[in-house]
């Protein structure tokens, strides 16, 4: 597809779906016959974990009343169709899942026989409704040779806090992958804030979460994005609730009181994104889901993406009175070396798969910044617990991993800070005569509000391994991969996110292979 087509296609697309579209099917349909009262499918479509021959595919029906009030809903038949051309005449697979109220109506479709490094368009039809129509594409093979792989890298999405224009240039962007590595949603809110409200309080339920998402993904730039590219996702902590950790909340409720929160976050999360297995129904509760995993992209690329909350140690020296992250200094408990960010068993799989690694980059995708951000204060260094600052050991087993296995061109990305980063990381940070073994880009918040200018200038002070950081704009990180350097691009526009209705180029870094660092160009 070239450029001028694709741009077309992107903005009839996005149009579409602003109009809320359903249409009667044409051709052959769903082998469930009903006629729906209502559209169902106006929480769009999603593409993800794209592999060479196969690529999730995903839908929820959104029931109004009136349907609701017919009997023979559950269970629903929703045909599944992927097409080798945009426009629809070329099937090459289908499918019929069966979806019911107890999974929430979500539709999860594994398309698989598919050709690698290709583009497929898909769509959805139950009864006499039909869906928006997504483009998605497969992976290269493992050991093909690739000469580019373009991905947009986000985070932090407050529904509240701006509009979702950084997903309207996503969808606009020639891309491979949207990575998207935490807070896709928020259960707080800051009525200070709040361009655009919430619906309802604050979410702990099943029911409640299923609510959050629906309004999230009713917004037509976030539907346009998805649309448009396969997505990689990584959950961080508002999905749940805010600084959670493992099995252990800010409020410190009772185990089982928040592992059944936990439980409903993480299946309301599953029922409204491209993904192939859901929470681990025999784990108590049913509140385990496996989300890490790794990504080929031919020789170009391996791409790991991280969980940095379900396994970790809870944050050292808490206050006594609530959980959570906080700054602290004179912490003893951060020289703990068994504490651990990823937990043990995802460290030994992540540690072997970089060893292992043949490919020319290895990319981290996770939730946060891992350069170090805390400063010194009179009473000693100040550290924010929640963060990678605040599990030293766990990152200087990651980078020493990298150290004893000559393990180069390592990439990793980020978000949370809500700024943009690009970094240098060391064995000892900050430290010129440790060698640089890795880069690290994190990129801004889509909405989330940032740092402030005297907060930010302090951590960059005492962190000169920050080559650059920037808190005051929302956007997202356009990251370009070749096999001899990657470049990104930082896209944003003014807080809060709406007040314009495009995005410009903030800064671009690139870091060139066998030479680890980032460099503004």
């Not at 499918?41 to 009030?69: I, K, N």
């Not at 909350?309 to 992250?325: I, V």
Request: aromatic letters at 8%; hydrophobic letters at 40%.
């Amino acid at each position: 597809m070239q450029r001028r087509d694709f741009h077309r296609w992107a903005q009839a697309h996005a149009l579409a779906i602003a109009l809320a579209p359903w249409q009667q099917a044409v051709g052959q349909a769903s082998s469930d016959a009903r006629r729906w009262r209502d559209n169902p499918f106006t929480l769009g479509v999603a593409s993800g974990q794209p592999r060479a021959e196969s690529v999730v595919l995903w839908t929820r029906l959104l029931v109004s009343a009136q349907d609701r009030a017919d009997p023979g809903l559950d269970p629903a038949r929703v045909l599944c169709e992927v097409f080798a051309d945009e426009a629809l005449r070329q099937r090459v697979w289908h499918s019929e899942i069966t979806t019911d109220a107890q999974r929430g109506h979500s539709v999860h479709a594994v398309a698989q026989g598919l050709t690698p490094a290709r583009m497929y368009w898909y769509r959805f039809r139950c009864g006499e409704a039909t869906s928006p129509t997504g483009r998605t594409r497969t992976a290269p093979r493992a050991q093909a040779d690739v000469g580019r792989l373009r991905l947009a890298l986000a985070s932090c999405q407050h529904y509240e806090q701006g509009e979702y224009v950084a997903h309207a240039d996503i969808a606009q962007q020639e891309l491979d992958l949207v990575v998207f590595v935490g807070d896709y949603i928020y259960e707080s809110s800051n009525p200070r804030l709040a361009l655009r409200k919430h619906t309802g309080g604050e979410p702990k339920t099943l029911d409640e979460y299923r609510l959050r998402y629906a309004l999230y993904k009713s917004d037509p730039n976030l539907q346009a994005a998805h649309a448009a590219h396969p997505w990689l996702l990584m959950w961080d902590d508002h999905e749940v609730v805010n600084d959670y950790a493992n099995d252990r909340d800010p409020r410190n409720s009772p185990l089982a009181s928040f592992m059944q929160r936990r439980a409903a976050a993480y299946q309301a999360y599953f029922e409204h994104q491209p993904l192939a297995l859901g929470p681990d129904p025999g784990s108590p509760w049913g509140a385990s889901m496996r989300l890490h995993d790794k990504l080929s992209w031919g020789r170009l690329a391996d791409i790991w993406t991280l969980d940095c909350r379900q396994y970790r140690s809870p944050q050292a020296c808490p206050d006594p009175n609530r959980g959570g992250g906080r700054v602290v200094t004179q912490c003893a408990e951060l020289d703990d070396a068994s504490r651990t960010l990823l937990g043990n068993a995802q460290e030994a799989w992540l540690y072997d798969g970089l060893r292992q690694s043949t490919a020319t980059w290895k990319v981290l995708a996770q939730a946060t910044q891992i350069s170090p951000t805390s400063v010194n204060t009179p009473l000693g260094r100040a550290t924010y617990t929640d963060a990678w600052d605040g599990y030293p050991h766990a990152r200087r087993r990651l980078l020493q991993t990298l150290a004893d296995g000559n393990v180069a061109d390592v990439l990793t990305l980020g978000g949370d800070v809500h700024m943009n980063v690009a970094a240098q990381l060391r064995l000892q940070p900050n430290d010129d005569n440790s060698p640089v073994l890795a880069s690290e880009f994190v990129a801004t918040s889509i909405t989330s509000r940032g740092l402030s200018e005297s907060v930010l200038n302090a951590a960059r002070t005492a962190n000169p391994d920050i080559v650059y950081a920037r808190a005051d704009e929302r956007g997202y990180a356009l990251i370009d991969i070749q096999p001899h350097a990657a470049t990104c691009e930082f896209r944003t526009t003014p807080f809060p996110a709406g007040t314009r209705a495009d995005l410009s180029v903030q800064a671009r870094f690139q870091v060139e292979r066998g030479r680890a660092g980032p460099v503004k160009l």
